[in-house]
């Protein structure tokens, strides 16, 4: 579904969706798909600049299902949370509070929370769960693409990102802060704020939540001679 609306205020808190999610779109020239674990679309507008006066506070929210948008090759939003979040800097926009995603997401612009983001707020996320982008397609462990104004700070990725296009371990763009992906080779982010972390390193982080602490604790890193295989999911 879609949050749609003129100065609307729009919370979801505290609930846990365990249920599969799957989306199938023929693709349609005037129209385009979102699929999410909670919502599909959140979307703010005003009457002056066609974005904004709505204010969507999303926390507490724990997506454990998978999440799809099928066929594979259609363009449209696909997150753990919600397929896509828009708004403008007047209240903030979406804001996306200690959110965790552990479900399969995959098809179209693919993310652990989000798919697209504009002026949205990530606080102390997380995604465990393998995010695949579609041909032609950005997928991240936060957020995929477009994130044009948005936060991201203290959250965390240990999923596996592919797709065809731009692959990101956190956000593609965007200010990013203290966030932090798990990759053993180190290999540095191409966006400034996200950080690499070993296994051993991202253990020793007390704050995780206890799910995704379990999820972390389930990886298993294999020695270097295996270097395409160097991390496993038991």
């Not at 982008?133 to 948005?150: D, K, Q, V």
Request: net charge negative; proline share 3%.
């Amino acid at each position: 579904g879609s949050s749609n609306d003129w100065g609307a205020y729009a919370e979801i808190s505290n609930c846990v969706n365990e249920a599969n999610v799957t989306a199938n779109y023929a693709q349609k020239s005037n129209w385009v798909p979102f699929v999410g674990g909670f919502i599909g679309d959140l979307w703010g507008h005003s009457s002056s600049t066609g974005y904004g006066t709505s204010y969507f506070p999303m926390s507490n929210l724990v997506n454990k299902g998978t999440v799809a948008l099928e066929p594979a090759n259609i363009y449209g939003f696909s997150g753990g949370i919600a397929g896509s979040s828009s708004n403008n800097s007047i209240n903030g926009g979406c804001r996306f509070v200690r959110c965790e995603n552990y479900g399969t997401v995959s098809g179209g612009i693919a993310g652990g929370i989000t798919g697209a983001a504009l002026y949205g707020t990530y606080q102390n996320c997380y995604n465990a769960a393998d995010i695949t982008g579609s041909s032609a397609a950005n997928s991240g462990g936060i957020t995929a693409a477009e994130s044009l104004g948005s936060t991201i700070s203290g959250s965390y990725n240990i999923g596996k990102i592919s797709g065809s296009y731009t692959n990101n371990p956190i956000s593609k763009v965007g200010t990013v802060e203290n966030s932090y992906y798990l990759d053993e080779t180190k290999a540095a982010s191409t966006v400034s704020g996200a950080a690499p972390m070993t296994l051993a390193e991202m253990k020793a982080v007390t704050e995780l939540p206890a799910a995704f602490r379990a999820a972390l604790n389930d990886i298993v890193v294999l020695p270097a001679e295996y270097a395409d295989y160097t991390v496993i999911r038991t």
